[in-house]
């Protein structure tokens, strides 16, 4: 079975039983909800724990079980650019936003990237009378470049200079 059948077969289930990503998340537990629903969608992994969780929530085989727990090919499936009216405007937000996300970052932190390995995401709804708003929420660790071959008295990493 490859990892988007199983996909294909978790959403079927889900579907079926009318479960909500909330129900699905509380049954597995551990990491936050758009972890573990990125896991069920194909591009997360799960813990060998929360991947048994799901086995027998979902009535996994042992090989369909042990397929969340493994490394999977991130990414897939999305057309770039986005088709996805909803995924396309995070891709929007990118485009516009990015270069002064860039030159803020580099400004307080100096030259390097915001993980998105060591990364936390919160999601949450925010009532407004004008109509609710999505509040997301993105922590990233800094990571600096590393200037290779730095000798003598040149810094090494990108860290902001003084």
């Not at 724990?49 to 996994?60: H, I, K, R, T, V």
């Not at 290779?148 to 990108?158: F, I, L, R, T």
Request: glycine share 12%; charged share 25%; proline share 6%.
């Amino acid at each position: 079975m490859k990892r988007e059948d199983l996909t294909e077969k978790l959403l079927d289930i889900k579907r079926e039983n009318g479960w909500s990503w909330k129900h699905i998340c509380d049954k597995v537990g551990g990491y936050s909800e758009v972890l573990i629903v990125g896991a069920i969608l194909g591009q997360m992994k799960l813990t060998k724990p929360q991947a048994a969780n799901a086995g027998e929530l979902f009535g996994l085989s042992k090989a369909e079980t042990a397929m969340l727990n493994e490394v999977p090919m991130r990414g897939t499936g999305t057309p770039m650019p986005p088709t996805d009216p909803l995924i396309y405007r995070f891709y929007e937000m990118v485009m516009v936003n990015g270069p002064a996300w860039k030159a803020l970052i580099e400004e307080e932190f100096g030259d390097g990237i915001m993980s998105a390995i060591d990364f936390d995401m919160a999601m949450e709804r925010v009532a407004n009378p004008k109509g609710d708003r999505v509040k997301i929420t993105m922590s990233g660790k800094f990571l600096p470049y590393k200037y290779y071959g730095a000798s003598g008295n040149v810094p090494e990493y990108g860290f902001k200079e003084g």
